[in-house]
């Protein structure tokens, strides 16, 4: 098991900038692939953001490229979620989760281990 605590959210107006970090526990982390995902009220859970286990592979939602960057640092047992250019369409709760093996993916049941997540708003 890995247990999961997210932190970082908060509130910040259009345009701003904001960076989450998951805190890993569990001998198995630097050998997982991580995620982020995000939910809003009344809508399912959606894919934000992976990587792989040594970080030289990424993948990111459509929504998300070229305004959010993931990364990790495995002697720190951390994934990082640095969230830029954000839009009130970003407001969500922002959860990380541990993969089941080394290779990301984008559907949340290829991930086996989910922390209690971190709210992010963005308004004006």
């Known amino acids: 098991q890995v247990q999961l605590v997210e932190s970082g959210g908060g509130l910040v107006q259009p345009g701003g900038s904001l960076r989450l970090s998951c805190a890993a526990s569990g001998r198995t982390f630097s050998n997982l692939a991580m995620g982020w995902f995000r939910q809003s009220p009344g809508k399912e859970r959606e894919f934000v953001a992976a990587?792989?286990?040594?970080?030289?592979?990424?993948y990111y939602s459509d929504s998300s490229k070229g305004r959010f960057i993931i990364s990790r640092d495995n002697a720190k047992n951390t994934v990082y979620l640095q969230m830029n250019s954000l839009k009130p369409e970003d407001t969500a709760v922002y959860y990380c989760?541990?993969?089941?093996?080394?290779?990301?993916?984008?559907?949340?049941?290829?991930?086996?281990?989910w922390g209690q997540g971190t709210q992010v708003t963005v308004s004006s």
């Open positions: 989760a541990a993969g089941r093996g080394p290779t990301p993916g984008i559907r949340d049941n290829l991930f086996g281990s």
């Open positions: 990587i792989n286990w040594n970080g030289d592979i990424v």
